[in-house]
């Protein structure tokens, strides 16, 4: 029962070009969905959240866009710089619980 | 550094063989999540803890069992282990109060089970 898709496994950009990161999701529970940044012999670590009633959140380099009809977020990260190279894991929140569920997680890799 | 903590860092161990996962949250945090992550695999959700209740349930083992003690801390034992148990186990915390959303991870510890 995957409730969290990451579809691509891996992602290649060029530094200072746009990264795009999808990720689709099935539950209509989730009030939040996040997305969290994991380097190898690393605990994730929290990048950018949105509210289920938003469909825009930017903090910085980071904007997360929710289109909740499709059922689809997105993460972009302009410019892209070679300390983005990380797996990128986008994650909804079970409304009641706090329980968070994760997608399978995408490779971003940033050429310089 | 999260303010969550996890030990050990590293574990080795035989078939058959049973251990615990040690996690302290974060000062004030009364959730406590588990997950495992597997070779080449996403962030699986085994099981919740709030203030000393269990929360919510994953896809946990009937091997494995967790608990939440007064202090908040929390461990993860892991029982009959298998071959296929080696993985990542992540701690995260949560739940100050207020309008943050995000759970805090640890390091997690890493389980060679041979």
């Known amino acids: 029962d995957q409730q969290v898709k990451q579809n691509s496994p891996s992602l290649s950009v060029q530094e200072g070009r746009i990264s795009i990161l999808n990720c689709d999701y099935t539950?209509?529970?989730?009030?939040?969905f996040l997305w969290y940044k994991k380097y190898p012999a690393e605990g994730p670590t929290f990048l950018i959240s949105?509210?289920?009633?938003?469909d825009k959140n930017e903090d910085g380099r980071f904007t997360v866009f929710l289109n909740k009809s499709a059922k689809h977020l997105s993460l972009h990260i302009v410019p892209s710089q070679p300390g983005d190279s990380a797996v990128y894991f986008c994650a909804g929140r079970v409304e009641y619980g706090n329980k968070l569920v994760f997608g399978a997680g995408t490779i971003l890799r940033v050429k310089s | 550094d999260s303010g969550v903590t996890q030990t050990p860092k590293h574990l080795i161990t035989a078939t058959g063989q049973r251990v615990t996962l040690r996690c302290s949250p974060r000062s004030g945090d009364l959730s406590v999540y588990w997950y495992q992550q597997s070779l080449d695999q996403g962030l699986q959700f085994l099981i919740q803890y709030y203030n000393g209740e269990e929360r919510a349930k994953g896809n946990i083992l009937e091997r494995f069992s967790a608990q939440q003690f007064p202090d908040l801390h929390s461990e993860l034992n892991l029982s009959s282990l298998e071959l296929g148990d080696s993985a990542l186990y992540f701690c995260?915390?949560?739940?100050?109060?207020?309008?943050?959303?995000?759970?805090?991870f640890g390091q997690g510890t890493r389980l060679t089970v041979v």
């Open positions: 995260a915390s949560s739940d100050r109060g207020g309008s943050k959303t995000e759970a805090f």
């Open positions: 949105i509210s289920s009633i938003k």
């Open positions: 539950n209509s529970m989730f009030d939040y």
